[in-house]
């Protein structure tokens, strides 16, 4: 059975910083891209990063670039996400997900996997 089960998010002031988890089980961790989605309330669910299998590729959504990193460590079956300078317009549940073929394929939203969701909040 996959997991995906994400750690990390809580309350933040604007500007502070905040690391998300991501542990994955019941898949082969690196025959898959993986990255976050966010859904903040009323609003679709966005692709916010996403990394290819060896890390050597990244998609970022061009509200988060320069801000966010999204790392993985194939060894340990987890994939990070870095948030820096974080606005009140980044408040979301935010979800672990995996996928094939490259990071803006899955960050386009065609996941295979996605885990329950960590809620991240930032406060003026």
């Known amino acids: 059975q996959v997991q995906l089960v994400e750690s990390g998010g809580g309350s933040v002031q604007a500007g502070g910083s905040l690391n998300l988890s991501c542990t994955a089980s019941?898949?082969?961790?690196?025959?898959?891209?993986m990255g976050w989605f966010r859904q903040a309330p009323g609003k679709e669910r966005e692709g916010v990063s996403c990394i290819s299998l060896s890390g050597r590729m990244t998609y970022y959504a061009d509200s988060v670039k320069g801000r966010f990193t999204i790392s993985r460590d194939n060894g340990k079956r987890m994939v990070y996400l870095q948030m820096n300078s974080l606005k009140t317009e980044d408040t979301a549940v935010y979800y672990c997900?995996?996928?094939?073929?490259?990071?803006?394929?899955?960050?386009?939203?065609?996941?295979?996997?996605r885990g329950q969701g960590t809620q991240v909040t930032v406060s003026s």
């Open positions: 019941g898949l082969t961790f690196d025959n898959y891209v």
């Open positions: 997900a995996a996928g094939v073929l490259t990071p803006n394929y899955v960050c386009s939203g065609s996941v295979t996997k």
